[in-house]
């Protein structure tokens, strides 16, 4: 294969790779910024108790779940107040639940450091009378999560704080109009022990997506299809030569 053939064919594989990286099957967008709508907390640091956020979801055709985003901000404590903090994070978990009117048995659960979580600063948003720096976090799951077709699910992101004192918390923030109805999350409460205490409806849907992500060899084929049509044209190119 001459190089401007092989440089071709690399170009192919990258734009096929790319293409076929991840497919959007669910999203509730976030508002557009400044706006963050309603935040609710999802943050936990054990001995200091904390909050579980949750929002439905429902796909109109089985997936392989193997990619998510969302959206949210850092908040601490000033004044009485809440002011703009800095991210607190050192471990994210992200679960998936079964539903029965509300959240019920945890259906798939991982657990990941917080630098396996890419977080992207988006243009700063409002909240609380003062300015709150937005970010996209987006994880690669280290496992897919088969989800069924018109099943409802419940989709939780929890952050587990890497200080003694949680603050500052990670709020999740609000989706546009877009997403399930009625438009509610669902929010539990922990003890400092991490048992659930409390259980509450909330307003607005949460700002996330759901991707899927080609397994590897599939990725493989998409690589020797794209190596295999290079090598036959450089035969008829031979072919020809002769």
């Not at 399930?180 to 409460?189: E, G, H």
């Amino acid at each position: 294969m001459n190089k401007i053939a092989l440089t071709l064919a690399g170009l192919s594989l990258a734009a096929t790779l790319g293409a076929a990286h991840a497919a959007l099957v669910y999203e509730q967008a976030p508002l557009a910024a400044p706006n963050v709508g309603s935040v609710w907390t999802s943050h936990f640091e054990p001995g200091a108790g904390g909050w579980r956020t949750m929002d439905d979801f429902q796909l109109n055709q089985g997936a392989a779940l193997g990619r998510v985003t969302w959206r949210g901000v850092y908040l601490d404590s000033a004044n009485g107040g809440l002011v703009n903090g800095v991210p607190n994070t050192a471990n994210w978990t992200v679960s998936i639940w079964s539903d029965a009117s509300g959240p019920d048995a945890q259906l798939f659960s991982v657990t990941v450091a917080d630098a396996a979580v890419s977080r992207t600063a988006v243009a700063g948003g409002g909240q609380f009378g003062g300015p709150v720096d937005l970010y996209d976090f987006d994880l690669l799951l280290p496992s897919s999560f088969a989800a069924s077709a018109n099943v409802k699910y419940w989709f939780s992101v929890l952050s587990d704080s890497a200080q003694p004192d949680w603050y500052p918390l990670f709020g999740w923030t609000m989706a546009s109009s877009a997403g399930t109805v009625p438009q509610t999350s669902f929010q539990q409460s922990f003890t400092t022990a991490g048992d659930v205490s409390g259980e509450f409806v909330r307003n607005g849907n949460r700002a996330f997506a759901l991707h899927t992500v080609p397994e590897p060899a599939s990725l493989a084929l998409v690589g020797l299809a794209v190596l295999a049509g290079g090598l036959a044209r450089r035969g008829r190119g031979a072919a020809a030569r002769g």
